[in-house]
């Protein structure tokens, strides 16, 4: 019930935000933050009277006993779609990173929205629970629904709150993500559709279709459906092309939870879906999934480094980091998986960092052109060191998350694909020239002319301090997470294994 | 005929006596609104009747078979009468001086709709087509001084009197093969007829198909469907574009199962043409249309496309067919339903008819901001429309995706997947002029049209129904799958 608990409370908050815009023209934003943090506190306090959590015991992806948490209740009993959902330690994760980017996106547009302030917060808090059913549904068709639903709101803050392009940013975002959506769809119908040719059951829980049986050129056709939708979400080379245009044009809450929150479905779908369901076929389509990977590592940088748009240089560093997160899934190994999980947290932090950057710069400078910039460290020196701070993170200085994530994600590939491994890691070092170009053509050279300028005030600064922290944390003492991931990961390696023999047995 | 009978034809025996009753009215005292109120009365004891008449379901005839099926649909019909005469009431209000007729007008093409759901005989299908189509034309040219409709009526009149000669041709042909003119007579005879005279039967099967093809504004015999929706007064258009092709859906996927028209390979090449050319055409058409109520028509061709997908897939699905069909339809009517609904009552009349202000568009900018719960109606009509989770339209677009995995279409759903991408960007682009922020294009709009509470509440009615058939559908679908 937790689980459903936290979702119905952000749909609640949601209204409440929208109805208090009668009583004060920022009623909303407090209501939306308090929604977030009882949210949060809600499900920290709940995991943690839970006292023992089992946290190191394999969780095998089959059975629904061995995971953190399991809930479900007949929907449509016709079609045997349940609101079925569970928690496993992938899951805990991103619903905590969800809340708090969720509690950083709203103090990132604290003051930057100016109409409808209401509907704006309802939006967020909609968006929010929208994905966290994505993490937590383990129905098909409930994922299906979450997945397809949280891009209303989300399409909502783009088209309402955008910049000046955001009537074709947002219906690019939306067309791209419904049209791979249906693709999703097909294959999970078709997938329910031999498991009640095979078994007389209707069924779209995760758990009875997984070891479904098939041919093995209708997994590789169903394995594509799941594998077009979650790339186009990740986004993956060469389905990237509305995140750019995106993340520019929305609102800074917007890009925050686009960037930190949303591009992880993508990945999390990859993790949860598409591995376990199409092991063999995921095998064979693996190298293809690399090369992919690391052409996007390369690519995104190669367009960052061109970019005089600060969000947009920033969108084409999240096409990059991402290209890790392809690498690692389909590297096969649990080095490169952890470190997949841990690039989907700390790329989170880091680029929604940025993102708020961005967002302060614009409210200050009405620009994002960096050609009109420079020099803005002297005279926001506090907005200066923190820029500094998250952008050698985002570059992967050591000591800080995002290193720790592509040095394990690279260490497993090297043991799945040399060449593409040395391929990867020059995207290191175009990454390090992108990020120290955004530093010094925005905050370093020569002062703009460029009058009374405010600085980060104590609201920025408690935000950008908790994700610093977050960062050197996981940098400094990954263990947590990692041990965190780590039963799910090899619940899943364990599982894709054995499936695998079994086919082998069966297929001569 | 016994009384057991009778009680089975009640909801059309009720309709009947509407219609004489509004004639009589007419004769002792004309008033709109008396007329207004005997019709809506009429059609509300004509929906209790269609519950009622489900205790007496049975063949009445040879030419009317009363089932579940049926009286569903003439609910659901009657229903959308319902919502055309509350939105009448208001978008009459000034023109001409015979409004009384127009609901005279209406209770007879609704007689000639649920007569045409009912048949199970090829007479009482083409007797029901007509009646439902002759008070059409006039419905459509009602506000009289309006050259758009008048073109509208005569283009409708025109094109529907031959679509009926070639299916009065098809029918011809049939009998003059089987010597049957019952759905299931024919049936039973056609596959032996086919090998012995098979020509007379792919005759036949053409220019029925091309007949309904035509009702149904299939591509290639859609060219009307644009011009009659655009021009027509918007309440006749939400009554065309679900009680005359709702009806004749149904009609026509009784008579494809029950004459068992699955068994020519040919139909079914032609059909599988028919639908892929629907899907990708009306979509791709859509696209560049700034008047909603030709996007709309688009749209509409579209949708039938995607239902054909059931009925090429009805060997394979067997008894699911009609549940799939019935759903889709249903969430399709109630969808059309709320998006015209609103459409009637945020754009005036004259704005959306004649060309002045021919986008319509403007008329919806910055709805959310004015109106709210109108905009959001029109918002979740056209995410149904659509085939977004949680309204109808998914469960809908569920079912058909569905039944061509079953029937292995490969080829229809990969056009129904790229139809549906094409159709987002259409509908979302009219969401977005709702939402915009900046009417800075207010000052030169027209007055906006006068504001009712009974519209918001019908708005709101529609607006949970297709909520609540997507996100609760459950009861629905055991209805559906005891007919």
């Known amino acids: 019930m937790l689980m459903l608990h936290i979702i119905v409370i952000l749909l609640v908050g949601g209204l409440l935000a929208m109805a208090s815009q009668k009583i004060h023209q920022n009623a909303p934003r407090w209501i939306a933050l308090t929604v977030v943090f009882v949210d949060l506190f809600y499900f920290a306090g709940q995991l943690w009277s839970m006292g023992d959590l089992n946290l190191w015991q394999a969780q095998l992806p089959t059975e629904p006993g061995t995971w953190l948490m399991h809930y479900s209740s007949p929907w449509i009993p016709a079609f045997g779609i349940n609101i079925e959902l569970a928690m496993d330690g992938l899951s805990l994760l991103m619903v905590l990173l969800t809340l708090v980017l969720g509690a950083v996106a709203i103090s990132a547009s604290w003051t930057d929205i100016k109409i409808h302030r209401g509907f704006f917060e309802a939006n967020l808090l909609w968006t929010l629970a929208g994905v966290l059913g994505v993490f937590l549904a383990m129905d098909l068709l409930l994922f299906f629904l979450f997945w397809e639903v949280m891009l209303i709101p989300m399409y909502f803050m783009i088209a309402i709150w955008g910049h000046e392009g955001r009537a074709y940013a947002a219906m690019k975002f939306f067309i791209f993500t419904q049209a791979s959506g249906l693709l999703m769809l097909v294959s999970i119908l078709t997938l329910a559709s031999i498991h009640h040719s095979t078994s007389g059951q209707w069924s779209f829980s995760y758990f009875d279709l997984l070891g479904t049986a098939m041919e093995e050129q209708t997994a590789h056709w169903l394995m594509l459906g799941f594998f077009i939708a979650f790339v186009v979400k990740l986004p993956a080379f060469p389905f990237h092309t509305w995140l750019p245009d995106a993340h520019t044009q929305a609102p800074t809450a917007g890009s925050v939870i686009l960037a930190g929150i949303l591009l992880k479905t993508g990945a999390y779908g990859l993790i949860r879906f598409t591995l376990p369901l199409f092991p063999e076929a995921s095998h064979a389509f693996a190298s293809t999934a690399i090369w992919l990977g690391a052409f996007g590592v390369i690519y995104g940088a190669v367009l960052a480094f061109g970019q005089t748009d600060f969000k947009r240089l920033v969108a084409y560093s999240s096409v990059s980091h991402m290209g890790f997160v392809l690498l690692g899934v389909y590297a096969w190994n649990a080095l490169a998986l952890q470190g997949a999980v841990m690039q989907m947290v700390a790329h989170g932090f880091s680029t929604a960092a940025l993102f708020m950057i961005a967002g302060a710069l614009q409210e200050r400078l009405h620009t994002r052109d960096m050609r009109k910039m420079g020099g803005l460290w002297q005279q926001m020196p506090r907005m200066g060191a923190v820029a500094m701070f998250f952008i050698v993170a985002s570059l992967g200085l050591p000591g800080l998350g995002n290193f720790v994530a592509e040095f394990l994600i690279l260490l497993g590939l090297f043991q799945a694909d040399r060449a593409m491994t040395a391929l990867a890691a020059l995207g290191l070092i175009t990454g390090a020239a992108y990020s120290l170009l955004l530093m010094q053509r925005s905050f370093h050279g020569s002062v703009q002319q460029h009058a009374g300028l405010l600085d980060f005030g104590p609201r920025e600064m408690l935000t950008m301090s908790v994700m610093m922290l977050a960062l050197i944390v996981l940098g400094v003492y990954p263990q947590p997470v990692l041990n965190i991931a780590a039963p799910v990961i090899d619940g899943l390696l364990v599982f894709s294994a054995s499936d695998a023999v079994v086919a082998l047995e069966v297929t001569p | 005929m016994n009384s057991a009978q009778l009680l089975a034809l009640m909801p059309v025996i009720v309709l009947t006596i509407t219609v004489l009753l509004l004639m009589l009215q007419a004769s002792v005292k004309r008033s709109a609104s008396v007329a207004w109120l005997i019709t809506g009365v009429g059609l509300l004891v004509a929906l209790w009747a269609c519950g009622f008449a489900r205790g007496h379901a049975q063949q009445v005839t040879v030419l009317i078979n009363v089932d579940d099926w049926g009286l569903l649909f003439s609910g659901l019909i009657i229903i959308a009468a319902v919502v055309t005469v509350i939105l009448s009431r208001h978008s009459f209000g000034e023109q001409g001086d015979r409004r009384e007729e127009f609901y005279l007008l209406l209770m007879l093409s609704v007689i000639g709709a649920v007569i045409l759901i009912q048949s199970s005989h090829l007479a009482s299908l083409l007797l029901g087509m007509e009646l439902m189509g002759v008070a059409l034309y006039a419905m459509i040219a009602f506000p009289e001084r309006d050259q758009n409709s008048l073109e509208a009526a005569i283009k409708y009149l025109l094109l529907s009197a031959s679509a009926s000669a070639m299916l009065l041709l098809g029918f011809a ?244 997947v790229i139809g549906s991408a094409i159709s987002i960007y259409y509908y979302l682009r009219i969401i977005f002029s709702m939402s915009k922020t900046d009417t800075t294009t207010s000052a030169v709009q027209p007055p906006a049209p006068q504001q009712f509470f009974s519209q918001d509440v019908l708005a709101g009615v529609l607006l949970l129904s297709v909520l609540a058939l997507g996100s609760w559908p459950q009861p629905f679908i055991v209805f559906l799958t005891g007919i």
């Open chain 2, 173 to 416: 042909l049939l009998y003059a093969a089987t010597g049957e003119l019952s759905y299931s007579g024919i049936g039973a005879k056609a596959a032996s007829a086919y090998t012995t005279n098979p020509a007379l039967i792919v005759g036949a099967l053409a220019m029925i198909l091309a007949g309904f093809g035509f009702k149904l504004s299939l591509v290639p015999f859609h060219m009307w469907t644009p011009d009659v929706y655009q021009g027509a007064p918007t309440p006749v258009t939400l009554f065309l574009a679900t009680v005359s092709k709702g009806a004749v859906f149904v009609a026509f996927s009784r008579l494809f199962i029950e004459a068992n028209f699955a068994q020519y390979p040919g139909l079914m090449l032609a059909l599988s043409v028919v639908a892929i050319a629907s899907m990708l055409v009306g979509n791709l058409l859509a696209l560049l249309q700034d008047n909603i109520k030709r996007l709309l028509s688009y749209s509409s061709i579209a949708h039938f496309g995607y239902l054909l997908i059931v009925l090429i897939a009805s060997q394979a699905v067997g008894s699911m067919t009609t549940t799939a069909a019935s759903f889709y339809l249903a969430a399709y009517i109630v969808s059309t339903l709320a998006a015209f609904a609103v459409i009637a009552t945020v754009i005036p009349e004259t704005d959306s008819n004649s060309g002045h202000s021919d986008s319509g568009a403007d008329a919806l900018e910055g709805l959310f901001w004015r109106r709210p719960i109108q905009a959001l109606a029109l918002s979740v009509a056209l995410l149904s429309l659509a085939g977004i989770p949680l309204t109808a339209g998914f469960i809908g677009k569920f079912y058909i995706i569905n039944a061509g995995i079953d029937a292995s279409l490969w080829l229809l759903l990969g056009a129904l």
